[in-house]
């Protein structure tokens, strides 16, 4: 077997087909383009910001690639399934997930209110949950499936003013390592990946003092690509990663925090 012949195998998703939520934003977009230049369909969910996602639809395009936009409001609770459902109907299945879409708000625990909790579970945890699920029944069928759902490492090791934020992350991990278990028989994996301190991400949270203080404890002293994350969600979308599954995976350049 020639070399190309084998990376493409191994680490390609050629006839692939994947849904990318939160497509419009910086690590999404990373992600969608990523998965086209694997190989792969990619579905490029969006929220509101519809120039974004027609643009990263059209860096894959003019790659060479293919890419269908949808809007759908995930936080409903019919949304995740009426996003699938269009999929389905577009190419008859569904072989990659990757829930990016997310929301964070900064606020300390006393001052956080019942509808910040219920908005952060709303589209943090129970839109991926029940767009994982229903990803699961057509990957079941098919006897492939690969599903990466976005948590954080502050829902690792906790993080000062995102509690509630932090908390959400929490319960998709251990929602992670629980699902995982369930559909491992029939080649399919639910893996979370974890980012730290991402540039494009976390440059809206913090003043340029905090992103100081910050790369002090960061092993790589700087911060994290977009990119950088992209890759690792690849990786754990092709066969390459049958094995890996359950997994939170942290991408944080070596952070102490």
Request: hydrophobic residues 45%; contains cysteine.
């Amino acid at each position: 077997m020639d070399t190309t012949t084998f990376l493409g195998e191994r680490y390609g998703l050629a006839g692939r087909i994947a849904i990318v939520t939160g497509a419009s934003g910086n690590i999404g977009s990373a992600c969608a383009v990523d998965l086209a230049r694997a190989g792969a369909t990619v579905v490029a969910h969006y929220h509101s910001n519809e120039p974004a996602a027609r643009k990263v639809a059209d860096q894959i395009t003019a790659e060479g690639g293919t890419c269908l936009v949808v809007q759908e409001d995930l936080s409903n609770p019919v949304g995740p399934e009426r996003l699938v459902d269009r999929v389905l109907l577009e190419y008859g299945r569904v072989d990659v997930c990757v829930a990016v879409a997310g929301v964070r708000t900064r606020k300390p625990a006393v001052a956080t209110t019942a509808a910040d909790v219920s908005d952060l579970m709303a589209t943090n945890f129970h839109s991926a949950v029940t767009l994982a699920k229903a990803c699961l029944r057509p990957m079941m069928r098919n006897r492939f499936g690969r599903i990466v759902v976005f948590g954080s490492t502050a829902g690792v090791n906790g993080l000062g003013g995102h509690s509630v934020y932090a908390g959400t992350k929490a319960a998709l991990h251990a929602w992670v390592s629980s699902a995982a278990g369930e559909v491992a028989g029939r080649d399919i994996t639910v893996n979370a990946v974890a980012p730290g301190a991402i540039r494009a991400d976390d440059l809206d949270f913090h003043s340029a003092s905090e992103v100081e203080l910050v790369l002090k404890f960061i092993g790589a002293g700087r911060m994290g690509e977009p990119d950088e994350v992209a890759s690792v969600v690849s990786f754990l979308c092709t066969p390459a990663a049958s094995y890996v599954n359950g997994a939170c995976v942290q991408v944080h350049g070596g952070a102490r925090f």
